[in-house]
């Protein structure tokens, strides 16, 4: 509310602001470092944070980028991600190793971030009982996998092992869920290319071979496709799921979705499932605010018990 205390048209201004305080400042904690690797040189892994300024312990969203498999610039979807913050979220956007690392250091580097998050949850104002993780498409692919095979002790590697990776709210948008059928529904030339060794889940999951060492496409092992999927992964007990997909995505079949939500929906895991109509694959859809006060709220709900 602004009240005028002395004017004269253009010339000159004097008003008193009375703001009633709504939302907390947001804390930006940027580039860092919670993992490195020393093969082949060293490989520092960052996250940026934002991070209310508040007295009490906080929620925590775990944001995972898209990008391929092959980047994770973990500066994306700043928007949703503020909202969040706003809200009263400590949110986490988080970079991992991409393709040519294969399978699985992606999902070594999500649970190692979510480890290093509760081994500095007082530093960064976490409560460590309250992690959620979100991601869009390979970001979406990897909060479903930190959250599935939260208990598989293969993938346990790396530092702060005495902490868990466990999750209590995971939310997917257009992620694929099933490596060897990325392309369901989609026309023969785009299967053409994803039986193709260079195709990018064949890449995730074999690496990049040189010389004369052969590579595969990903039906040539189904049994490694599987271990490399969150579909591999469907169990009881797991914490509830949103799952969002836009009805005209072109590079990951809508049916990856349904069948996470078929199968979560047949095991009893709480599940809420949205089709954003005419929306593609990351594109102007997915940034308007019924969609993030959608994601916000449903975070809320989960994770701050609100409704």
């Not at 169990?235 to 836009?246: E, Q, R, W």
Request: net charge negative; with cysteine; glycine share 8%.
């Amino acid at each position: 509310m602004i009240v005028d205390i002395e004017k004269k048209e253009d010339s000159y201004y004097k008003g008193l602001i009375r703001v009633e305080v709504t939302q907390p400042r947001i804390d930006v904690v940027n580039e860092v470092v919670y993992a490195q690797y020393f093969k082949n040189g060293t490989r520092s892994l960052h996250m940026t944070l934002f991070v209310p300024n508040t007295d009490e312990p906080k929620p925590c969203v775990v944001y995972f980028p898209g990008g391929g498999f092959t980047t994770s610039d973990y500066g994306k979807w700043s928007r949703l991600r503020m909202a969040m913050a706003l809200q009263g979220f400590v949110v986490a956007a988080v970079e991992y190793r991409a393709i040519p690392d294969p399978f699985p250091a992606i999902l070594i580097d999500g649970k190692t971030a979510i480890r290093y998050l509760r081994a500095h949850a007082v530093k960064f104002g976490i409560d460590g009982n309250r992690i959620g993780v979100m991601g869009n498409s390979a970001g979406g692919y990897l909060a479903n996998l930190v959250t599935m095979a939260a208990d598989v002790e293969e993938f346990n590697v790396g530092d702060f092992l005495d902490y868990s990776s466990d999750t209590q709210a995971c939310c997917d948008i257009f992620g694929p869920t099933d490596l060897a059928s990325v392309d369901e529904g989609f026309p023969p030339e785009v299967h053409k290319y994803h039986k193709s060794p260079s195709a990018t889940e064949a890449l995730l999951l074999n690496g990049v071979t040189y010389g004369r060492n052969q590579s595969y496409d990903i039906h040539d092992d189904l049994v490694r496709a599987r271990w490399a999927s969150p579909m591999g992964y469907l169990k009881t007990g797991l914490p509830p799921f949103l799952i969002m997909h836009g009805t005209n995505d072109q590079m990951v079949s809508i049916m990856q979705s349904e069948h996470l939500y078929d199968g979560l929906k047949a095991l009893r895991v709480p599940v809420d499932y949205y089709q954003l109509k005419d929306a593609g694959h990351g594109d102007d859809p997915w940034f308007q605010q019924p969609v993030i006060e959608l994601i916000v709220n449903w975070f809320r709900k989960q994770l701050m018990n609100v409704d």
